[in-house]
């Protein structure tokens, strides 16, 4: 396979497709796109300018929402996607419409150039998930990785280079957010009960006390499927006995991350690094699990519980839980929260990537007030790192904000 997918943008395959994407969404994924004309507007004004567009990431779906916003916007959009995308049979299908690869969790020097030449661009329109994976949380945005406004940054210091002006470019913060459209109630007793069966358990009181039940013997499999010290758990838990029957949540799954992370790095002979977020250190598990498979070598293994595959499966995991905490449902039981976490329940019991829709949804999505990065470019010039962070964090606040 390649090392690097380029988008090979076909305007009028594309169009075509925007052109049934509506329908498409509608019957396929059931969903369907709200956008206040006023947030259409909003980037309609910017027509002009080189636009960075970053959104949150809370489902699998989010590439298609905001292709339906392109449809209706009537414009063509450049999207960085997972390299993982572009080996499955569809591949082509998201280059035609714009896509191209990266690599995560490893300096993309393919995709990092092309980028850069991509955003020198006039009217260049990229879409980038700075959350750098799947959030599964409809009502919470993550922290958001600093690369996609360092590469604008780094686009108009090389047009200042080449002698012009630094040029208007326009960081955009989309925030999508998932409503289900009818009763889900059916649907979440379902999903319980599915689990419920599969994990073995006899569901008892209402739903959210089913859900902890639920989410207890999952966290039991983990500690005992990845031989969790029980004195780890403890002491993570506050306890100085013996492991209580419900020690705090939080710090189960922690105590779990935290095990597993070093487990996976050390078998691997990857350096930890504890101060980088657990996404960034999984894409490195996963990296270095692909290149030992490529290579078909294999380090000799203390079982087969970190063999290659199963090392794979316990960095889905990691990814799968990585934003989770309990509490969640507890402080506003919406049934997008519950819902939000009974698929991540049923990817982890069920081994599947995407469960299929719970129901008819719609996906609002709202136009934050764009960042102007020319007016930090000098504030760039002099202090990269702080000026990074101060405009990374804001795009992020203002993506919050309107979730």
């Given at each position: ?55 949150n990431h809370p489902s699998h779906h989010d590439w298609l929402a905001v292709f339906l916003l392109s449809a209706r916007l009537g414009d063509l959009f450049h999207y960085l996607a997972a390299y993982e995308q572009f080996t499955h049979p569809t591949g082509w299908l998201l280059q035609a419409i714009g896509a191209y690869s990266v690599k995560r969790g490893m300096g993309d020097r393919a995709s990092i150039a092309f980028t850069l030449d991509l955003l020198t661009q006039e009217r260049c329109r990229l879409v980038v998930f700075p959350e750098g994976g799947y959030s599964f949380q409809n009502d919470t945005v993550m922290p958001f990785r600093p690369g996609p406004v360092q590469l604008a940054f780094q686009a108009i210091n090389r047009l200042v280079k080449q002698g012009a002006p630094p040029p208007d470019f326009y ?233």
């Amino acid at each position: 396979m390649p090392d690097f997918y380029p988008p090979r943008l076909n305007p009028v395959f594309a169009r075509l497709c925007q052109s049934l994407a509506p329908l498409v969404a509608d019957v396929e994924y059931r969903l369907r796109l709200q956008v206040d004309t006023a947030d259409l507007d909003r980037l309609a004004a910017l027509h002009d300018h080189r636009l960075l567009l970053l959104p949150n990431h809370p489902s699998h779906h989010d590439w298609l929402a905001v292709f339906l916003l392109s449809a209706r916007l009537g414009d063509l959009f450049h999207y960085l996607a997972a390299y993982e995308q572009f080996t499955h049979p569809t591949g082509w299908l998201l280059q035609a419409i714009g896509a191209y690869s990266v690599k995560r969790g490893m300096g993309d020097r393919a995709s990092i150039a092309f980028t850069l030449d991509l955003l020198t661009q006039e009217r260049c329109r990229l879409v980038v998930f700075p959350e750098g994976g799947y959030s599964f949380q409809n009502d919470t945005v993550m922290p958001f990785r600093p690369g996609p406004v360092q590469l604008a940054f780094q686009a108009i210091n090389r047009l200042v280079k080449q002698g012009a002006p630094p040029p208007d470019f326009y960081a955009v913060p989309l925030s999508l957010k998932y409503r289900y459209r009818g009763n889900m109630q059916p649907a979440i007793h379902d999903t319980l009960l599915r689990l419920e069966r599969a994990l073995g358990i006899q569901g008892q009181g209402d739903c959210y006390q089913r859900l902890l039940a639920v989410a207890d013997c999952v966290l039991d499999q983990f500690e005992q499927s990845y031989g969790v010290p029980v004195q780890a758990v403890v002491e993570s838990a506050g306890q100085t006995s013996e492991r209580s029957p419900s020690p705090d949540r939080n710090e189960r799954i922690q105590t779990i991350k935290r095990h597993v992370l070093q487990t996976c790095e050390q078998q691997l002979g990857l350096t930890p690094a504890p101060q980088d977020p657990l996404r960034e250190r999984v894409y490195r598990i996963q990296n270095a699990v692909n290149a030992r498979a490529d290579s078909q070598t294999e380090v000799v293994e203390t079982s087969e519980l970190w063999s290659n595959d199963a090392i794979q499966t316990a960095a889905a995991r990691l990814l799968n839980f990585d934003a989770i905490y309990d509490g969640y449902v507890a402080a506003n039981p919406t049934p997008e929260r519950f819902l939000d976490t009974l698929t991540r329940l049923e990817r982890s019991v069920f081994s599947i990537d995407q469960p299929p829709p719970k129901g008819d949804r719609r996906v609002i999505i709202r136009v934050g007030d764009p960042l102007n990065l020319k007016d930090f470019f000098t504030a760039y010039t002099q202090n990269r790192q702080k000026t990074l962070k101060q405009v990374t964090e804001t795009l992020r606040d203002r993506v919050q904000a309107n979730v």
